[in-house]
């Protein structure tokens, strides 16, 4: 290596030496943090959600960067513990010195940051619809509240002209909280619950309870959990032969559905979901369809694997978040700011609007009614 | 619907659940009073029978019944190499140490079976197909009944086995007085071999069974194993017309406290009338003064 060359990489060192001692200085190097789950019993949402931001970093990258500088995604995997993101967060914030932070990824982890990110003053985009994120905050989420998925499912019960309904809710922390919405907003929509019952997550029987639903006669059955439990209650329900509709909570429906409910499904069964899990049957005027299709289809491109609603909103996050970079610098005040004006971005859950008072980024039209008929999802009201 | 069915149809459900608690129960019983020890794999039988049964089937197209001999055949060869390699008589483990062996090998066949089969639910069809029997109001599903006529089968065959063949006299004469069987010249290394493979295989057949009912995951091995040891707790360990009762009786209680009761509370009531029962008969139902 030549003298020169020694020496030009010394000035280099130093010139980053001096961006790290005064930042806003080298105000051109445009960092993204990412905090979140990679690993651990959160992998399901952490791990599509980072790979899937990064694909948007270096798509970015790849068309030039930001006024042709590269972006920089730092990511950091939280294992889903409160304490290990609260500590990445402060290295993002303190030593990384980046401008945007997307995630963290569940309601522990994302309260247990919330103090830091405000005092820090840098926006972040988390990654649950279970916290409410406040006004004029530096945080920002795009999903729905889940009090949204309720409301839209006991719409549609209301249009079918359900009177009477029965609940049949897990006794774990979301059948809990499921069951809490139902009994809040129910009479709303005109509608009785006649019956309540109880199943725990891991029963492989629930004859006793939808026998006793069944004498009941509601109008309707709302099963709230999810996982397994929904596949044994869906085939309790065929087994019966009970005709009336089965509303499911969302989230209770993943892609794997069609596999494990081969057969058994009641053609009643009716749920509330993500416009991504029946992109195929949305019409092409949907504001989503191309967003949804466009995301899948890199994804499947670089992973080999069917994108889901995670990866979804890691892809429109890192795009928002580049956006704003685009248009106001590294500032992360500025950046807020800017997230805040965003009207109607084609995100793959819905289009995302925020603004000062609103910073949950989608309401009832990221969620849609779905039936499951002849092994498919297809499209009801 | 009208009382009587709803009644009927909760029993039913109780009977069905039941009998699977009771086959279970029998492998705790059986094992419990040759060797004295306590078998924690013995729901994990149960998992492995499912879902190998399930992965011939549906994934690689074998028959259902050599599909089923199969999964029977590895469950068997899991209980006599766990047996063989950790709880052998000539290895005098106390049964606080049996205890923790069996524990650990529970935690095997779990951690095997999720690499193998992965973390999802699977489903068997049943046997005779998916359509119901309906009496007016009650709807059985035909599973139900390959459960029931299962556990007849097994007990009697057990029965046979105790009554009129020379091992199974020999395996209660081990249980009786494990010295007074050695000085007759019964080899207590060859009946604890043959307890074991036939408790693996009592839940084995359980497991296959039971599949197409609902689903089996590769980790509910423990929770059913442990509803299992309280059936045989329940109508006396080491009694097998007492797992037998005891199954059924735990079954019934679940089931017809849930409807009756509160389904929110369904295992908290089925186990205050198991502490009921233990106060007031100390050895379960049919238990031997111990």
Partial sequence: MSGLGKLKRAVLVAALGLAFVAPGAGAQEYRIGLVSSLTGPGAFIGDPFAKAAKLAVDKANAAGGINGKKIQLIIYDSEASADKTLVFVKKLINDDKVSVILGPDFSGTVRASLPTIEEAKVASLYNTPIIEPKPNSFHFTPWPSEETGYRVALKSLQGRGVKNMAVIATTDLSGESGNRWVQKLHAEYGIKITITERMEMADKDVTAQLTKIKAARPDAVFSIGSGAIVAVVAKGYTRLGFTQPLMLSTGAISATFPELLKGITPDTMIFATYNLLVVDTLPDSHPSKKPIKDFLKIYKDNFGKDGDQYGGSGWDMAHIAIDAMRKVGTDPVKIRDEIQKVRNYPGTMAPITFSPEQHRGTADDAFIMAQFKDGKFTLTK | ??????????????????????????????????????????????????????????????????????????????????????????????????????????????????????????????????RPAIWGDVVVATQSFWILGTLIVASGLLWWFFNRT??????????????????????????????????????????????????????????????????????????????????????????????YISSQFKDAIAFVALLMVLLIRPNGLLGARR
């Avoid at chain 2, 492998?27 to 013995?42: E, K, P």
């Avoid at chain 2, 047996?83 to 069996?102: C, E, F, G, W």
């Avoid at chain 2, 935690?107 to 005779?128: T, Y």
């Avoid at chain 2, 109508?235 to 017809?256: F, I, K, M, R």
């Fill in chain 2, 1 to 130: 619907m009208s009382e009587w069915a709803q009644i009927a149809q909760v029993l039913l459900a109780g009977l069905t659940n039941g009998s699977i608690y009771a086959l279970i129960a029998l492998g705790f019983s059986l094992i419990f009073a040759v060797s004295g020890y306590l078998n924690l794999v013995q729901g994990e039988y149960v998992v492995i029978g499912g879902l190998v049964t399930i992965a011939l089937t549906e994934w690689w197209g074998v028959p259902l019944v050599p599909a089923i001999a199969a999964a029977v055949l590895v469950s068997c060869a899991f209980g006599y190499l766990l047996q063989r390699l950790s709880l052998s008589p000539n290895r005098r483990l106390s049964p606080d140490a049996a205890l923790i062996v069996t524990l650990g090998g529970a935690f095997i066949a779990r951690g095997g079976a999720m690499v193998i089969f992965g973390k999802d639910p699977l489903a068997l069809p049943s046997f005779s197909g998916e």
């Fill in chain 2, 166 to 259: 020379y091992t199974g006299k020999a395996m209660r004469a081990c249980a009786q007085s494990p010295t007074g069987a050695r000085l007759v010249g019964i080899d207590l290394k060859h009946m604890a071999n043959v307890t074991f493979v036939t408790s693996a295989l009592l839940g084995g057949i359980a497991g296959v069974v039971v599949a197409p009912l609902n689903f089996v995951t590769y980790d509910e091995g423990l929770a059913i194993g442990i509803k299992g040891f309280i059936a045989a707790i329940f109508g006396g360990l080491g009694s097998y017309p007492g797992a037998v009762l005891g199954g059924l009786l735990l079954g019934l209680g679940e089931s017809l406290g849930a409807a």
